[in-house]
């Protein structure tokens, strides 16, 4: 069993290198279409209305494309949620030109909306293998999660008592 | 990957729709004591994807074939990618607070650190895990660390199986959780109650708000100056979470991880 195991990692981690969205720019900029399309509809209910929400989707497209963009030149490796994350915070940098606009259009794009439609893609992407691994390790997660929770808390407050 | 399996117009409508009625069903909060409970749309959604899900029931073959739903693991990768952008919007106009802040605030980060420091190894040496353990314990398991594990791992692997796990138990019962913690901290009277409301800014909306009303409640005096500590730390943590956690933290727990493997008995590796 144990061979078998990492036999599926290693297949995982191949295919997750082939995948990687900054490899394949073509590709991944029609499944990024694809997926904007459900966030748009998903901001609908508590965002805004198709037509209001367009010019702020079709940034959040852009800054997507141009942070794989500068992963895909970059000569080191850069996660491309760090690429992205940078492009967008300088976009958005008060001395950044058009970045009130910027900012206008995005307002009309719900942060929870954007999220929800991911959540969906991952409920219908786990397979059997995560399901039975799940079920062997479910109620460890969540005492796990009650200390990683208590650590982080008491972890930050004894730091800020110290410096205080 | 083929792109007709990625593009499928079922699998996307799918999404649409569940998402939609998740966005219309809302946030709801359930009060529990001194608590709430707060549950959020994209909890319901991932809900609802796994009951569709044809490997759960295979009757769900209909709407979504299986060849489909494997198709679905790799679009996670870049659904994530436009919610970072969104995220990355909320930071760029708050640089002057951030870095008013000060240093105190900036070193309090660290202690960030602190979420694998007794979570893996109670992981490992006690409940006997694998490298879920590494998911489940490198940070508090918000949005921006999964788009990470996700960049790493994948969603798939057993670090993602980890990380997957804390998120829910984070979103079911974090903010309850988060409430009771804090108010119960602050009543023992031995830390700060200022180093408390830095350290409710943990990078989650909805557990720095439940953490910093409940020391509101234990020190109503002192209420404005606690809520400007714990957003200033959260913003913060948003702000800086994402690299502390990528470049600090996850090779930090590699390394322990690896460690406490070494004086651990051999057959831990998770077997199905």
Redesign the interface.
């Known amino acids: ?2 061979s078998n ?1 990492t036999a599926v ?1 290693h297949f ?2 191949e ?2 290198k082939e ?3 900054e490899n394949q720019l073509g ?2 900029a ?3 279409a ?6 748009w ?6 965002g805004a209305p198709l037509l209001d929400a367009l010019p702020g ?1 079709l ?3 852009a ?2 494309m141009v ?2 963009g500068i992963g895909r030149a970059c000569p080191f490796y850069l ?4 690429w ?11 001395m ?1 030109p058009g ?1 009130e606009w ?2 206008e259009q ?1 307002a009309q ?1 719900n ?24 079920k ?3 109620w ?22 110290i ?2 | 990957m083929d792109l007709k399996l990625l593009l499928n117009w079922r699998l996307h409508l799918t999404v649409i729709v569940t998402s939609m009625f998740a966005e219309w069903v809302g946030i709801a909060r359930i009060p529990l004591g001194p608590g709430t409970l707060l549950l959020l749309p994209l909890l319901y959604a991932f809900v609802i994807g796994v009951l569709l899900n044809p490997h759960l029931f295979s009757v769900m073959g209909k709407l979504v074939p299986k060849s489909v739903s494997h198709a679905s693991g790799p679009i996670i990768l870049i659904a994530i990618l436009p919610f970072i952008a969104k995220f990355g919007s909320t930071i760029g106009p708050a640089i002057e607070q951030i870095i008013a802040a000060g240093p105190a605030l900036l070193l309090q980060e660290a202690g960030n650190l602190g979420t694998m420091l007794i979570a893996l190894p109670f992981a490992v040496l006690v409940l006997k895990m694998g490298r879920e353990s590494i998911g489940a314990t490198y940070s508090i398991a918000r949005e921006p660390n999964i788009a990470i594990i996700s960049d790493r791992y994948g969603l798939r692997s057993p670090e993602g199986i980890g990380i997957m796990g804390v998120y829910v138990v984070g979103t079911m019962f974090g903010t309850l959780y988060f409430a009771l913690m804090a108010g119960y901290i602050a009543s023992l009277d031995i830390l700060d109650i200022r180093a408390l409301a830095m350290a409710c800014g943990v990078g989650s909306g909805s557990m720095v708000a439940a953490c910093s009303a409940a020391l509101v409640e234990a020190v109503p005096a002192s209420k404005d100056e606690l809520l400007a500590f714990a957003g200033a730390s959260n913003l913060l943590t948003y702000a800086t979470g994402l690299y502390i956690s990528l470049f600090i933290a996850l090779p930090i727990t590699e390394w322990m991880y690896k460690r406490l493997k070494g004086n651990a008995p051999a057959e831990v590796r998770h077997e199905i």
Do not use: W
């Not at chain 1, 694809?34 to 966030?39: G, K, R």
């Not at chain 1, 999660?145 to 730091?159: N, Y």
């Open positions: 069993m144990k195991q990692d995982d981690a295919a997750l995948l990687r969205p590709k991944t029609l499944v990024l694809a997926v904007c399309i459900s966030a509809f998903s901001n609908v209910v508590n989707m940034i959040l497209y800054m997507v942070g794989l996660p491309s949620v760090a992205v994350s940078l492009i967008s915070i300088v976009m958005t940098l008060p950044f970045s910027i900012l995005l794009v942060f929870l909306a954007v999220v929800t439609p991911v959540l969906a893609y991952a409920g219908l992407a786990l397979t059997g293998r995560e399901f039975a691994m799940f062997h390790t479910g460890k997660l969540v005492l796990v999660a009650l200390l990683v929770f208590t650590g982080t808390f008491v972890g930050s407050a004894i730091v800020a008592h410096l205080l």
